[in-house]
């Protein structure tokens, strides 16, 4: 009987979660509406999620320095995906 490794993944959004820059203390606002990420846990992947909204601007590259795959929405709407996140299909969906 063989293992299939699972990814795990977490959506998290500023506004609703509360979640605190660490670095100034205030809630965060800024770049990401959301940010979802995959990872090997449900906790890294919370982890990596909660760290792009306050990195902002600095997600990207950051997520993709780690490998983990990432749909960041920003507060306009515009998506950005990062390392293999795959592309909705064709028609919207």
């Given at each position: ?33 959301t940010a979802s ?14 760290a792009a909204l ?40």
């Amino acid at each position: 009987m063989g293992l299939t490794p699972q990814r795990e993944a977490a959506v998290v959004a500023p506004a609703a979660s509360g979640i605190l820059d660490p670095r100034t203390g205030r809630p965060v606002s800024g770049t990401w509406r959301t940010a979802s990420v995959a990872a090997a846990s449900c906790v890294a992947a919370n982890t990596a999620s909660t760290a792009a909204l306050v990195l902002g601007p600095s997600a990207a590259p950051w997520l993709r320095s780690r490998g983990l795959p990432a749909r960041l929405v920003a507060q306009g709407g515009a998506v950005t995906t990062v390392g293999g996140w795959p592309d909705p299909p064709v028609g919207g969906g």
